[in-house]
């Protein structure tokens, strides 16, 4: 009777697992029929009430289903184990002989292709370039540059003052006075760099901005020698020649001074918009270095003299790429930034 048990019990479960669809399926078969209280376990119950050779029969019997129960269980297991690799396999696949995603490659800021450029014009041209503290003392910002505490010319670069009575330097001019402490006549050099001024932030003004400073000292320089210098430097800069002229200016730290301005790129001097119809844009301020400056600076007006010249790049830049908001440039926007 139980052998008809024992192979209906087979029968069953063989069914069963044959049938489950996931590993997790075959959980509750173990248990039912080959675990600790399951159908198996109960037939092996009932062998000790059958005589001792139909119990070691049946006993037997029960073993060897026990055992090609397992095995299936485990065959069943291995399929779906085979089944789920497969698919991961499958998801995972990599092709290793596609192509790699480039490298993002990045480009210089607007700012800094400027200086680059102009920085390559002056080294060809016998320059150095040298850099300066962008906190000042007072006397390089402005004492040594000729313009005394009580001068109005101060009120023209609205300063902003540090408690040690340091500042943000205005402008670049004061390493005109560094490199002629340091390197002495003749000298050719420029000075990229940051500058800080405290003013109503808008459009066309930046309390932060950048400028070149540019100087040379010899024992005979004229203002032919600064109009060249200049013309070189703008036509490289806008990539073609520019008309250039010279309007009196006044600052303190050179005499005479100048406003250098180039014939309007847009309308070639025909008036517009952009240079407010006057056919010209103002670009350089410049002029022959004053003797007190050279004096301040240790060089001997009898004996040397110079020119000067202070450009805003941040305006160069502004005017070659046509951007009509000063605040595009430092804002981080790489939307904007990406189009150069
Ligand atoms: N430092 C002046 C400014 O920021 C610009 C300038 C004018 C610099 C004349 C010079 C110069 O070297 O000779 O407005």
Known sequence: MLDATLSQLETRARERIAAAATAQDLEPVRIEVLG?????AQVSKDLGKLPPDERARIGKLLNTVKQSLEEAMEARKSQFDAAALAARLDAEWLDLTLPAPEPERGHLHLLSQIQAELEDIFTSLGFTVLDGPEVETEYHNF????????HPARDMQDTFWLTDGNLLRTHTSPVQVRGMERLGPPLRMIAPGRVFRNEEVDASHEHTFYQLEGMMIDREVS????????????????RREVTVRLRPGYFPFVEPGF???????????????VCKQSGWLEQVGCGLVHPN??????????????WAFGVGLTRLVMMRHAIDDIRYLQSGDLRFLRQF
């Open 143 to 150: 004492d040594a540059l000729n313009i005394p505490p009580d």
């Open 36 to 40: 600790r209280k399951g159908a198996l």
């Open 259 to 273: 406003e250098l301005d180039i014939r309007c790129l847009l309308c070639d001097g025909q008036g517009c918009r």
């Open 223 to 238: 203002i032919a020698h600064l109009v060249y210098f200049m013309k070189t430097m703008l036509s490289e800069v806008f």
């Open 293 to 306: 400056v050279l004096r301040n600076s240790g060089i001997d007006p009898e004996q040397w003299m110079g």
